[in-house]
């Protein structure tokens, strides 16, 4: 299976670039047989994670991509004790929780061999705050209606996702509680055979009264987007008032029992960077996970690098505030790098998309609310679902269509100088 450069390949075999081919100094072929394809699928996957698994080599590889993207605090030449301790244990990932191969259609499977068990569904383009870092302060074009997916459509296409081994479902939007039908989706999505987790990313603004019907529609996971703890900021931020709302929302779904509860926390240089420590205060007492996140270049964003506050420099912060973090074990498809503050109930992570972008591990698709597929957050590709569904094509044409987009996925994305050139849709558009 192994081969040299220099052999000769093999009559209908194709080269795949596993992740690992910067490392392996010979290709590695993929016969068109089958059940070899499998066996080579799942040789490459191992390989990937085993190297994702390294300590030595993730934190050398961990440290010099930060050296690259100019993080601060990097210049010693050297892993310094609180990077040390940052890298540590960051990848004491287990192969055993990789998902069974058998359950995934080769459908969700990529040209490097990422199993994409995760769908994200953007329910709606419409929101009820203005976020500046998500809608253009000029506003959005919004897509007609009648061009938007039905909730028919939703289930059916959902369905024919989870029905090929997706088993997580994101609900995202605009704000997806704003639509009417959304205990509907909630409990017939929840019902699709093979789904183990129905989460929502929602703002919070009307969350607290309609969440009890959605925990008894299905819905098993939430994360609430919150940027500030001061109201006036929020208010900046958001352009509407609203801040009181949301921290409702967040103590009644820490009643309703889900746990953790996820706050997502988008970190701007010079407007809530000030407040990451407070915002890991709120772990202390309640199961709370605060998830803060890099500053992404999105269409009518003014992303500026200059607002990034990298993961290196918002993690010394923390260290230097808080005693006793300990990084918890990830799973090998995790997008944020997880830890545990001795004494607190609630954890601490950070989503390093844009100095230490975690592609290698992607197992996430993303079915936008005009009907759109797309395989790549930072990717411009796109291919409509809706229109050959409204087509009445059967559903083993929409597979072939989703799986050639799926193989047309990059190994990973462009860099964020890039992606900040790259024209692509507001988030709004995309979904959170």
Not at 135 to 161: C, D, R, V, W, Y
Not at 227 to 245: C, N, Q, S, V, Y
Not at 399 to 412: D, F, M, Y
Request: hydrophobic share 35%; glycine share 6%; charged share 25%.
């Amino acid at each position: 299976m192994f081969t040299s450069p220099s052999t000769k390949k093999a009559k209908n075999c194709r080269i795949a670039r596993p992740i690992f081919s910067s490392i392996l100094p010979f290709p590695f072929e993929i016969p068109q047989n089958p059940q070899i394809k499998r066996l080579a699928a799942t040789m490459s996957r191992y390989f990937s994670r085993l190297l994702e698994t390294s300590p030595v080599n993730c934190r050398i590889r961990s440290y010099f991509q930060c050296r690259s993207s100019n993080c601060q605090g990097l210049y010693n030449g050297h892993l310094s004790g609180s990077l040390t301790k940052m890298f540590a244990t960051s990848c004491e990932k287990l192969l055993e929780d990789a998902p069974a191969e058998n359950s995934v259609s080769d459908m969700l499977v990529d040209s490097f061999g990422r199993l994409h068990t995760y769908l994200r569904i953007s329910l709606t383009e419409r929101c009820n705050l203005r976020c500046q870092y998500c809608m253009p302060a000029e506003g959005a074009e919004l897509t007609p209606s009648p061009q938007l997916l039905s909730q028919k459509e939703i289930i059916h296409l959902a369905n024919l996702f989870v029905g090929s081994g997706v088993n997580k479902i994101r609900l995202t939007g605009g704000e997806p509680t704003i639509r009417k039908d959304i205990e509907e989706i909630c409990l017939q999505l929840s019902n699709l055979k093979g789904l183990k987790t129905l989460a929502m990313t929602t703002n919070g603004i009307t969350l607290a009264r309609k969440l009890p019907k959605l925990k008894e529609c299905g819905l098993s996971a939430l994360n609430i987007s919150l940027d500030t703890l001061i109201p006036a900021k929020f208010e900046f931020m958001t352009r509407r008032k609203g801040h009181e709302r949301v921290m409702e929302s967040i103590n009644a779904a820490i009643d309703l029992g889900y746990n953790p509860v996820k706050v997502n926390c988008v970190v701007m240089r010079g407007f809530n960077d000030d407040e990451i420590c407070d915002f890991v205060e709120l772990t202390r007492e309640k199961p709370i996970n605060i998830r803060f996140i890099e500053f992404m270049p999105f269409d009518g964003n003014v992303w500026n690098v200059k607002k990034l506050v990298p993961y290196a420099e918002m993690f010394d912060r923390v260290v230097k505030r808080f005693t006793g973090l300990n990084r918890i074990r990830d799973h090998p498809t995790d997008t944020a790098k997880n830890f545990r503050i001795e004494g607190h109930q609630g954890t601490v992570s950070f989503i390093t998309s844009m100095t230490e972008h975690f592609c290698a591990g992607c197992n996430r698709l993303r079915l936008l609310a005009d009907g759109n597929f797309k395989v790549c957050l930072f990717g411009p590709s796109e291919v409509s679902l809706r229109d050959p569904l409204r087509r009445g094509v059967d559903d083993n044409e929409l597979k072939e269509i989703i799986g050639a987009a799926v193989k047309r996925k990059k190994a990973s994305h462009a860099g964020m100088f890039d992606i900040a050139k790259t024209p692509n849709r507001p988030m709004i558009h995309i979904g959170g």
